[in-house]
């Protein structure tokens, strides 16, 4: 591809394309909160309610490229010439005649193909209703560009899987058996008589359907219900028998076959730019009865435009919960599709897109906080609760359940079934928490009670309580049978007090099944993380400033508690384990469920030293003479960072969390910087790789490095590193080198030449520079929050408005007043930033301050603080301006 793949078309998001059609991987995600699509360009994709409700057979990346099946509307003209609408066609000379265009938004998808030769143009519009229907819309619109009356038969093809993902290669033939297709007045349901599944068949209640009427509600003339009739002997959906030979269904049998929804409209005679259009409607529903409410839902054009109007609205508004005004509509639009990602990770979790065919629905324990990072900023009040309930997931032991269903309180162990911990998680429950306390000013929430998690793996699934099964509850039980309810205070101090003593060979934190980066799972028994030792570190301190915090003299934990705080000789790696043990032995199966009452000042410095002690560790233990950290050791004990045989191996997140954690120091900082410019960046793309190319596989430290080098965790551009990177940079005040990286994301991105992706923030680009795992990333709620917070400055500090701009100059160059809007306290902001003379960071402070008319005071330095009382004033409803000028 030698040229750009889109541009946007107006400041809400919307894009256009003229070549996306040339990449048969790029897709496009369209959901509501029951039902999830993909979609390509040729409208390949598919269309699920889970991984047990798949409508269309279950697509991977390379299955859009070369599967057969597929949305499709076919055109057979009265002289016998056959046309695919969507450009799903063995006639590969149709295909080079049509013209192509794409134009999509927030949430829509619309593709048009025009043929001169045949004189009709298709316009083809698919979109998933807001209103909840677990149906996906395609409105098809014919149109008659030529000069002569054109009469021709409309077929809408869309084969139906009706089954679970499972069975795409367990039973494939067999679960065809399974299926019943009945024609309805309006085209093709199928409800299969079971959900199979050998460790336990269950009646199927699911029924999938394909239905379809014309702008004048007329129903299809004939229906094709399985794939035979439609497609005859040859099965060939590319050249269906049915549309090329203009074969009429016949008799015949139809259950036991895979079902077909083909739906054969009425003879149409289109004069010289007339138009007709057709709603097809495809969908999976637990309830037949809702079949007929969704026909008389969407059973006209104007309803459907009504659904889609609301839709864009609803996508829009998402789009711009924190919303820039930078003069760069690029940047801008760009961001929009940014801010949607978060609540599509809430719908599709780590699952249900073409690159993400390891899922299985549900997100994972470390998606899930970060996931609300975003909800935080939006709407803090709704978020209370659900972190409340959040921390219901966490164990006892300090690990915790790493799947997360979409019930209130659905906790799953592991979704493989495989008994295993990822050392990082204690981490982020706090890094969230602390986000929402400092936007809303809300300590209390410290002291709300949750229950813990439990199931058979105890001791951080070291062990297996073989006694414990699901009749037993996934709750905590005191030892009288009481289900155990602790602060959230006490959720935290487990989690992180539990890791300062689950320590390996060289008193860091034990690896165990991997941590951030899930691609170094090969090293449990003796595996060590020292990048994460460097986050609890960070976060014993936090704990022990929240705490002071408190205005509390005393607190009440479970008395196990007692054990991790009893001292010990930090630098004796047998004591913590021995401390450990003990506490796992009186709480792993069940607690006493009695209280002891904590001194606060007393248990803040013990907090305290303890995180002064891993810091310390760290700088005097692993800083390497190459000018950089170790993050890590392999199943052997070995440093796994460092010079090796005459070749430098760094890897980036050994920098970021050390940095992030106030681990490193200036002059560390420095180093770091320089030896990550040196080692790990691409000068051409002005962006940092994960890692250096080790040159070889480490099967005693993990997978990611036996990937080929650039690709996910072995060397990629892996965006949610380079983001925490900039957000670290940042907190520590390097806003230059920060901007520098956090912009090269963008700056990827919108490269489409090489990024070949619709505009989002995907997982990683590759060393071509493509972007891969599109729209389901943590990194782009971690974006938002850095750029909120941290470029523009506008954040809570314990519940008041801080603004504290870390904007440097060349983000004026387009414009000398640049803008963010958000929500605080429930009340709208715009808050402008003028730059008159396009000072650098570090060389303005804030002269000037007006809230909507009124000046501020306290200007005079690099921040200001507006207290919360002040904001709470504020109309709601409206959207209220901050204008703040940068001078000298």
Wanted: aromatic share 10%; charged share 25%; hydrophobic share 40%.
């Amino acid at each position: 591809m030698t040229k750009k793949l889109w541009d946007f078309v107006d400041d809400h998001g919307t894009f256009e394309s003229m070549s996306a059609e040339d990449i048969k991987a790029l897709y496009f995600p369209l959901a509501n909160e029951t039902l999830m699509s993909s979609v390509t360009p040729d409208l390949h994709g598919d269309i699920k309610t889970g991984q047990g409700s798949f409508l269309l057979t279950p697509v991977s990346r390379t299955d859009l490229i070369d599967s057969r099946s597929s949305r499709n509307f076919w055109i057979r003209s009265i002289d016998g010439a056959v046309w695919s609408a969507t450009g799903v066609s063995k006639d590969l000379r149709q295909i080079r005649d049509d013209k192509f265009s794409l134009r999509s938004g927030l949430l829509w998808h619309e593709i048009t193909r025009e043929n001169k030769k045949l004189g009709l143009s298709a316009d083809i519009l698919n979109f998933v209703p807001v209103s909840g229907e677990p149906v996906e819309i395609m409105r098809v619109t014919v149109k008659n560009t030529g000069s002569k009356k054109i009469k021709f038969i409309p077929t809408a093809a869309i084969p139906i899987y009706g089954r679970g993902a499972n069975n795409i290669r367990d039973h494939r033939h067999v679960t065809s058996l399974l299926q019943r297709p009945i024609c309805h007045k309006f085209g093709i349901t199928t409800r299969p008589t079971l959900a199979f599944d050998e460790a336990g068949h269950r009646p199927n209640k699911t029924t999938y359907f394909v239905l379809g009427w014309d702008e004048e509600s007329k129903g299809p003339q004939y229906l094709y219900p399985t794939q035979e009739i439609f497609c005859g002997d040859g099965g060939d959906l590319e050249a269906p028998q049915s549309v090329l030979e203009n074969r009429l269904p016949g008799r015949g049998r139809v259950e036991g076959i895979e079902p077909m929804g083909a739906l054969r409209f009425t003879e149409k005679l289109l004069s010289p730019g007339a138009t007709h259009s057709y709603i097809i409607v495809m969908g999976v529903t637990e309830d037949e009865k809702n079949i007929a409410r969704i026909i008389n839902k969407f059973s006209s054009i104007a309803k459907v435009e009504t659904a889609l109007k609301a839709n864009k609205k609803f996508w829009v508004d998402i789009s711009q919960q924190v919303c820039a005004d930078t003069s760069n509509k690029l940047f801008d639009n760009w961001l929009r599709w940014v801010n949607i990602q978060p609540t599509l990770r809430k719908i599709f979790g780590c699952s249900f897109l073409p690159d993400f065919d390891y899922g299985r629905g549900g997100r994972g324990w470390r998606d899930l906080w970060q996931d609300c990072l975003g909800l935080i900023l939006s709407e803090p009040a709704s978020a209370r609760s659900l972190l409340v309930n959040n921390f219901s997931g966490v164990r006892i032991d300090g690990s915790n359940a790493t799947i997360i269903g979409k019930e209130k309180g659905e906790f799953i162990s592991d979704r493989n079934n495989i008994s295993r911990v990822w050392m990082d998680h204690g981490v982020w429950p706090l890094i969230t928490l602390d986000l929402y306390m400092q936007e809303t000013g809300d300590i209390d929430i410290l002291f709300e009670e949750a229950p813990y998690f439990r199931n058979h793996e105890i001791s951080r699934a070291s062990r297996i309580d073989a006694f414990h099964s699901l009749s037993c509850g996934q709750r905590l039980k005191t030892s009288k049978g009481e289900v155990y309810f602790g602060s959230i205070l006490e959720h935290l101090l487990i989690e992180n007090l539990v890791q300062f003593f689950n320590v390996g060979k060289h008193n860091h934190v034990k690896l165990e099944g991997a941590d951030w980066n899930d691609g170094l799972d090969m090293a449990r028994s003796n595996g060590e993380s020292v990048a994460f030792t460097a986050m609890y570190s960070h976060n014993l301190m936090r704990l022990s400033e929240m705490l002071l915090k408190t205005g509390k003299r005393e607190i009440e934990v479970a008395e196990e508690l007692a054990i991790l705080l009893k001292k010990v000789d930090n630098d004796s790696i047998k004591a913590k384990l021995k401390t450990l043990k003990n506490y796992f032995a009186r709480a792993d199966l069940a607690v006493s469920g009695k209280k002891t009452s904590l001194n606060v000042a007393r248990l803040a410095d013990d907090l305290k030293r303890k995180s002064v002690w891993m810091a310390g560790h760290i700088r005097k233990t692993e800083w390497l003479k190459e000018g950089f950290f170790n993050g890590y050791y392999n199943d052997d004990g070995k440093r796994v960072e460092g010079t090796d045989r005459g070749t430098v191996n760094m890897m980036l997140p050994s920098q970021v969390f050390p940095i992030m954690a106030g681990v490193a120091d200036k002059q560390q900082i420095a180093d770091i910087l320089k030896s990550a410019n040196y080692h790990l960046s691409d000068k051409e793309k002005g962006a940092f790789h994960l890692n250096t190319d080790f040159g070889k596989e480490l099967q005693r430290l993990g997978r990611a490095f036996s990937f080929t080098y650039g690709e996910k965790e072995n060397g990629a551009f892996f965006n949610h590193m380079t983001v925490m990177f900039a957000y670290a940079l940042y907190r520590r005040g390097y806003a230059r080198e920060a901007w520098c990286v956090l912009s090269s994301i963008y700056n990827m991105a919108v490269n489409t030449v090489k990024s070949k992706i619709y505009p989002c923030l995907p997982e990683y680009f590759n060393l071509e520079g493509r972007g891969m795992y599109c729209y389901l990333t943590g990194s782009a709620s971690w974006f938002l929050l850095t750029l909120l917070t941290q470029v523009f400055g506008v954040k809570g500090a314990d519940g008041d408005l801080l603004i504290e701009p870390k904007l440097c100059r060349e983000q004026f160059e387009m414009s000398r007043t640049i803008s963010i809007c958000r929500t605080f306290a429930g009340r709208k902001l715009r808050v402008n930033f003028t730059n008159p003379k396009r000072l650098d960071w570090g060389g303005y402070k804030i002269v000037k301050a007006r809230l909507n008319a009124d000046d501020l005071p306290g200007c005079g330095s690099g921040s200001i603080i507006i207290r919360r009382g002040l904001i709470l004033k504020l109309r709601a409803g409206r959207i209220n301006s901050i204008d703040i000028v940068l001078g000298r």
